[in-house]
């Protein structure tokens, strides 16, 4: 078991210049998420949440802000660095499952194992494809898959590593309410069982509301702040 990430967020922004303006995806945020924790972060469409995903995961430095997991500053870091944490520390797993087309399920999982230097534990895979009811079609190309199965590779790939944080950019956003339950309860168990903070962004009620925080961003600002408590219901 990985020990989970620990995340803060001080004064975090990102601007995007456009033809006519600047674009305040996120407009000062500040955020402190516990390790081992699982968040969800709601709000309208165009309201930051990808934009703040990204950036916790490294895609991107903040235009201003500082943001640390376990007390690294990864918005200092060059782009090399923050390649190396996401590669041995981090999950994704996005809503376009961004799988590689040309490579059979079984190969996108042990692709990603060669990435962070495992290509030799075939038994991780295994144990991959085995716990995500795979087998029957680890030998099928992404197009030969449905979309469950497409998010399942992908949960897959998100977990080889072991990674001590994931992060789930939409991931039941195209799969029918059965299947994205289905998704959800894998992630959540995987969550336990690997030890990992796991923070999904989401437009669905149902994947929040089995969340054990909900962030609201409104306009790149973070507007309201929930947890829930001991007796199940959430709490400011």
Same mark, same amino acid.
């Given at each position: 078991m990985s020990a989970p990430l620990?995340?803060?967020?001080?004064?975090?922004?990102?601007?995007?210049r456009t033809a006519g303006s600047a674009v305040r995806a996120i407009d000062g945020v500040d955020l402190e998420i516990e390790p081992g924790s699982n968040v969800a972060i709601v709000g309208p469409s165009g309201c930051g949440k990808?934009?703040?995903?990204? %950036? %916790?995961?490294g895609l991107e430095r903040p235009t201003r802000g500082r943001i640390w997991l376990d007390g690294i500053e990864i918005s200092a870091l060059s782009e090399t660095d923050r390649s190396r944490v996401r590669r041995e520390?981090?999950? /994704?797993? /996005? @809503?376009?499952?961004? %799988? %590689?087309? /040309?490579?059979?399920?079984r190969e996108n999982v042990e692709f990603q194992l060669a990435l962070v230097g495992?290509? @030799?534990?075939?038994d991780r895979s295994d144990e991959l494809i085995e716990r995500l009811e795979l087998k029957d079609h680890e030998g099928k190309l992404p197009d030969q898959l449905s979309g469950g199965q497409?998010?399942?590779v992908g949960i897959a790939r998100a977990l080889a590593q072991d990674p001590r944080l994931i992060l789930g950019d939409e991931p039941t956003g195209e799969l029918d309410s059965e299947t994205a339950k289905t998704v959800l309860d894998l992630m959540l168990e995987a969550q336990q069982?690997?030890?990992a903070t796991l923070i999904v962004v989401t437009h669905d009620?149902? &994947?929040?509301?089995?969340?054990?925080? &909900?962030?609201t961003l409104r306009d790149g600002k973070v507007v309201d702040d929930r947890r829930k408590g001991a007796n199940g219901h959430t709490e400011r």
């Open positions: 620990a995340i803060r967020l001080a004064g975090v922004a990102k601007h995007y990808s934009t703040l995903l990204g %950036l %916790l995961g520390s981090i999950g /994704f797993i /996005f @809503q376009s499952y961004d %799988l %590689l087309p /040309f490579l059979t399920a495992r290509a @030799q534990e075939s497409r998010q399942r069982e690997i030890g009620a149902g &994947v929040a509301a089995r969340m054990d925080r &909900v962030v």
